[in-house]
């Protein structure tokens, strides 16, 4: 597995400090941020999941802790949206240039409108994918927040 990929990459082009950390990937896993969690050893509250969703017909992204659900009416409002609904698994693909189960919110093909959960800005550190399965960077969230541009805001249901 490389180390080395367009979301780590993208991180350091933002002067953003991160670890990386590697896990046994399971592709069979009924929820692939909760085996993450299990899988690296941390609380499912710190490792942040990258869902790409579509707001009024446009993409977004929104990453929330794993052992969460985004709310679409909560991710329509953080960005003063009308409609919200979750991307189909090949237009994320396309749209981020990863695989699901590999989509980082660091290193998309094209940028989109993030948001990060708020609680999320409450931990010390947060896990999100590294841009490929098995792959997690450990940082800091206001750094994860300063590097995407991204706003926080309550978007879990």
């Known amino acids: 597995m ?14 953003v400090a991160f670890s990386v950390h590697t896990y046994d990937y399971d592709p069979n896993a009924e929820r692939i941020g909760l085996q993450a969690a299990e899988a690296i050893g941390e609380d499912p509250c710190r490792v942040l999941k990258t869902l790409m ?13 794993s052992d969460q659900e ?7 409002a953080a960005f003063s949206g009308k409609h919200a609904a ?16 590999g989509i980082s919110p660091f290193g998309q093909k ?8 708020i609680s999320a800005m409450n931990e010390p550190h947060v896990y ?21 541009g991204a706003i926080a805001a309550p978007v879990i249901a």
Do not use: Y
């Open 53 to 65: 969703a579509e707001l009024d017909g446009k993409p977004v992204c929104v990453v929330v802790p």
């Open 110 to 117: 094209k940028a989109v409108p993030t948001v990060i959960e």
């Open 86 to 101: 979750m991307m189909k698994p090949a237009a994320a693909e396309k749209l981020t240039g990863f695989v699901v189960g």
């Open 2 to 15: 490389s180390k080395s990929t367009r979301a780590t990459l993208a991180l350091e082009k933002a002067k």
């Open 128 to 148: 999100m994918n590294g841009g490929q399965r098995g792959l997690q960077v450990r940082l800091e969230p206001k750094e994860a927040l300063r590097a995407l």
């Open 70 to 76: 985004v709310s679409m009416k909560k991710l329509a």
